[in-house]
């Protein structure tokens, strides 16, 4: 935990155990000796042990019971507790722009940086490093000088509503280092709840396998900087195989054969990247491995980057065949094993064809579905029992059902694309709600107080606070070969439209302006310099 208001080196603990709302947790051991939990209020409990013990009740085979500690910011001031999912662009522009003198603001995220991911395709074959796209949550926290602002390494595994917390997993073990205050005490995977008056759940959403058989197993995604590492760890590692063998052998073919399946733009991107790395440095020191090598883009639609408008997508189709990655269109994957996948491809009469498509490496990049946290939700608030993507929000982005949790980002349904500038722009509007409510305390009462929707919508407007405008400024996207295209909006405006080299300058000069920090955009036009004059870093391990 970080707290921005003392020396952040100095990691403190600045938490209270909420005594008076204690919660009974019991623990026991089924008969495949697997460990179950389950919680209950300390009030329905027969016999609460005493808060943060471990007790043993008869009955079943080495049962017991504990109580998970209640972590409460609040009880140290009168500022209400804002606790925010996740650290990825929802989370941390909420961070960035949230007013830390008018609430406590506690950050929960196992990871604990923030990702620039528009240019993660580009790390996996080292055109820019993991190291310069990421960015600590604490030196955002940092800035946040005028009030407390703690972050958590750890998971949230369960929101509940009906006692206004969140659980959460320490990833690891945390101790004490200076202060009288006891400590958030718990070790790695333990347990404890941390209380909220608001909560802004941002967790994003993870891959989407559809459940086709062997994803999960032997594909890989591009999501995290760890599968970044993992892909070029594989990818490097079947060309030195490859180059062990002759040229002809099946095997060194297979190697050699790259497939990514989605033409969304995280695929197109990706494989554009792993082309370049073929093309323009491969190809100087190992010739006849860079020319064997092929990458497959698998796409389902007869269209690849389906959100760019016609003129577009025909051009990107076209650079992506000029620099012979193969199109495999109307296909779409419905099986993988180890060494090969099943395809079927519908033809212009409505029948499939069944391909076998041996590869090397597999990228999987079919898009996103919610995450277990938010899909354990939907039971817990009626109004979300029919969920399936995501939280579903009101025109303030207040989940459905809820007077005090929000949802930003990929996590919540909002009507708009699942995009990073989504995500910020929500995440910069919610701000903007807690300015007002923290201007008008008597917000808090009302939003408690309000009925239905109908009321909470009522309350807002009565307050002045406008529902969520989203402003469109476009879409991007890279292709490889040093060629973007490009769709430059404002709203329904559109001011560029066009693809090829000058667009790539356009695409580099717009990312640059939504990195976040100096320092990463700094990192970035270092590695575009250090790619001009030395090409890329690609080695196996690092
Ligand atoms: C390769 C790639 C390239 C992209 N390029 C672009 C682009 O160019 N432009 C664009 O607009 N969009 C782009 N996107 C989409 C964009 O990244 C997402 O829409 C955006 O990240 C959504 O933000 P978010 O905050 O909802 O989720 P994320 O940024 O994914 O952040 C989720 C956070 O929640 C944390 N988390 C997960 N589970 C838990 C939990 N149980 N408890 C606590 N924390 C948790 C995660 O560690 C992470 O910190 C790209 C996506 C990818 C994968
Ligand atoms: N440059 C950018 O702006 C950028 C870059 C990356 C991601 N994003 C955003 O992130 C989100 C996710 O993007 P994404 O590219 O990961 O996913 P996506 O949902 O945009 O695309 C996935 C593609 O996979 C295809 N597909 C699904 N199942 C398949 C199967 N079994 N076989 C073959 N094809 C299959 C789908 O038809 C779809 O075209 C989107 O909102 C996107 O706009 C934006």
Known sequence: MLSSTRNA??????????????????????????RSVST????????APKEGTVGTTGGGVSSFTTTPKIINHSQSSNKPNVVVLGSGWGAISFLKNIDESKYNVTVVSPRNYFLFTPLLPSTPVG???????????VNFALKKKKGNVSY??????????????????????VSQTKGDKPNLGIQQNDTCELKYDYLVSAVGAEPNTFGIPGVEKYGMF?????????????????????????????????????????????????????????????????????????????????VILNMFEKKLTSYAQSVLEQTSIKLELKTAVSKVEEKYLIAKTKKDDGSFTETTIPYGTLIWAT????????TDLFPKIPEQNNARRGLEVQENLLVNGSKNIFAVGDNAVAGFAPTAQVAH???????????????????????????????????????????????????????????????????????????????????????LSMILSARSRFKVIADWFKLALFKRDCFKEL
């Open 9 to 34: 080196t100095n990691v403190q603990m600045s938490v209270l155990l909420k005594k008076q709302h204690a919660r009974v947790g019991y623990m026991f051991y089924n008969k495949n000796n697997c």
């Open 152 to 173: 958590y390494e750890a998971t949230a595994t369960s929101i509940n509503p009906d006692r206004n917390t969140v659980t959460i997993q320490s990833v690891s073990n």
């Open 425 to 511: 722009q929500e995440a910069e509007y919610l701000c903007k709600v807690f300015s007002k409510m923290s201007n008008n305390p008597s917000v808090y009462d009302e939003l408690a107080n309000a009925k239905d929707a109908k009321a909470i919508q009522t309350v807002f407007a009565k307050n002045g606070i406008k529902p969520f405008k989203y402003v469109h400024y476009g879409a991007l996207a890279y292709l490889g070969a040093e060629k973007a295209i490009a769709n430059i909006t404002y709203g329904k405006r559109s001011f560029y439209t066009g693809g090829g080299s000058l667009t790539f300058y356009i695409w580099r000069v717009l990312y």
């Open 367 to 374: 898009g996103n579905k919610a995450r277990k946290i938010v």
């Open 222 to 302: 591009l999501k995290e900087i760890e599968h970044s590492l993992k892909i070029r760890k594989q990818f490097i590692a079947n060309v030195e195989k490859a180059n062990m063998l002759p040229k002809g052998d099946p095997e060194r073919k297979r190697l050699l054969t790259i497939v990514v399946v989605g033409g969304g733009p995280t695929g197109v991107e990706t494989a554009g990247e792993l082309q370049d790395y073929v093309d323009q440095d491969l190809k100087r020191f190992m010739p006849s491995i860079a020319e064997e090598v092929q990458i497959h883009l698998v796409e389902a639609l007869p």
């Open 127 to 137: 055109t820019v490093d993991e190291k310069s796209i990421i960015e600590p949550v």
């Open 40 to 47: 209950t209020s300390a009030k329905a409990a027969p016999s």
